[in-house]
């Protein structure tokens, strides 16, 4: 099983980024998947997600509004559209996929069973 996520940069304030994570070796469609991220000396965080079942969608209050979360099965792609950037979004971006996944974890990095390399985001101000 291999995640990569791909299509970070560098952007200016208020700029737009769109991250991909492909997969091989599972099916996205049949698991949850999400993104975290980790700037540098702090700890890693949640930003968004896609359930499994149902394909709901859930956001870290920081990008709501800002981020969007979509699936595309036929690619077997998930992305991250990010729009409005702020230099506070700088950081290494993760996308993770999980086989079961309670709801109330959802946020948890520790639920993920999989995850991709990370790709760098930089927003400058």
């Known amino acids: 099983v291999q995640l990569q996520a791909f299509g970070g940069g560098l952007v200016l304030a208020g700029g737009s980024l769109r991250l991909s994570c492909t997969a091989s070796g599972l099916t996205f469609s049949t698991m949850s998947v999400g993104w975290f991220r980790q700037a540098p000396g702090k700890e890693r965080e949640f930003v968004a997600a896609?359930?499994?079942?149902?394909?709901?969608?859930y956001y870290a209050d920081s990008v709501k509004g800002r981020f969007t979360i979509s699936r595309d099965n036929a690619e077997n792609t998930v992305s991250l559209q990010m729009n409005s950037l702020k230099p506070e979004d700088t950081g290494v971006y993760y996308c993770a996929a999980a086989r079961g996944l309670i709801l109330s974890s959802i946020r948890s990095q520790y639920q993920y069973d999989y995850w991709g390399q990370g790709t760098q985001v930089t927003v400058s101000s």
């Open positions: 896609v359930r499994r079942s149902g394909g709901s969608t």
